[in-house]
């Protein structure tokens, strides 16, 4: 579950997003689970 104000970045290319609606699931990018970076 997501949280607002979350940063998550992706351990392959980089990306950053910051969640800006919480939800259920997981954040992937490259086919990867995005890590969180910094919590709200």
Do not use: F, I, S
Not at 10 to 39: F, H, S, Y
């Amino acid at each position: 579950m997501t949280k607002v104000g979350e940063v998550y970045r992706c351990e392959v290319c980089g990306n950053v997003v910051e969640v800006k609606e919480a939800g259920a699931g997981q954040l992937v990018c490259c086919g990867k689970p995005m890590v969180l970076a910094k919590e709200a």
